[in-house]
């Protein structure tokens, strides 16, 4: 499957954005998809992930209550909506997805990655 993440811009500290991960050539709703980030001189993160049927979710610590993942396999896409941004949420940010369904915080279990988007919050 193919991925293309998009939404990404530089917006103030407190502001929102929503980030999308669209896909194609494979059937989507059969995979599970994470949202991970890497910052400048840092190593990825993992940010969040959903399941394939989106019953459940996953988040790391510092997004959660401020990120939600959704998906919408009519569309093919999953989103990453970021509220309350911080300037520690400054990176450049990937979506993944995993071709068995799974939904872990491990990068190494994806199977296909997006080319990322940058999102940039000044404070």
């Known amino acids: 499957v193919q991925l293309q993440a998009s939404g990404g811009g530089l917006v103030q500290a407190g502001s929102s954005l929503r980030l999308s991960c669209a896909a194609s050539?494979?059937?989507?709703?059969?995979?599970?998809v994470g949202w991970f980030r890497q910052a400048p001189g840092k190593e990825r993160e993992f940010v969040a992930a959903?399941?394939?049927?989106?019953?459940?979710?996953y988040y790391t610590d510092s997004v959660k209550g401020r990120f939600t993942i959704s998906r919408d396999n009519a569309k093919d896409t999953v989103y990453l909506q970021m509220n309350s941004l911080k300037p520690e949420d400054t990176a450049v940010y990937y979506c993944?997805?995993?071709?068995?369904?799974?939904?872990?915080?491990?990068?190494?279990?994806?199977?296909?990655w997006g080319q990322g988007t940058l999102v940039t919050v000044s404070s």
């Open positions: 959903i399941s394939r049927n989106a019953g459940s979710t």
């Open positions: 993944a997805a995993d071709y068995s369904g799974g939904y872990s915080a491990i990068g190494l279990g994806y199977d296909s």
């Open positions: 050539g494979r059937t989507f709703n059969n995979y599970g």
